[in-house]
């Protein structure tokens, strides 16, 4: 499943990168988005883009097309 496919509150935990999702791998990487952390969505803009998701202990915001690239599982 896809960042996108998750609500305010949910929590997942990254599994990986998505087909195509090599453009932002590198810097997903070094934001500490790596297999097996932990993530929940704190907020959603009004109109979908960006995302906020809250990752090991800090706030972080995503572009729609950034989070497209993280698959992430449901916990």
């Known amino acids: 499943m896809l ?9 997942a935990r990254v ?3 998505a087909e195509g999702g090599g453009t932002y791998r590198r810097k997903l990487l070094s934001m500490g988005l790596t ?6 969505i704190t907020r959603v803009a009004p109109m979908g883009d960006p995302v906020e998701i809250r ?11 950034e989070a497209d690239a993280l698959s992430v599982e449901r916990l």
């Open 15 to 17: 599994l990986g990168f």
């Open 35 to 40: 297999p097996g952390a932990e993530i929940s």
């Open 55 to 65: 990752v090991r202990g800090f706030a972080l915001s995503l572009r729609r097309d």
């Open 3 to 11: 960042l996108r496919d998750l609500h305010v509150g949910e929590r």
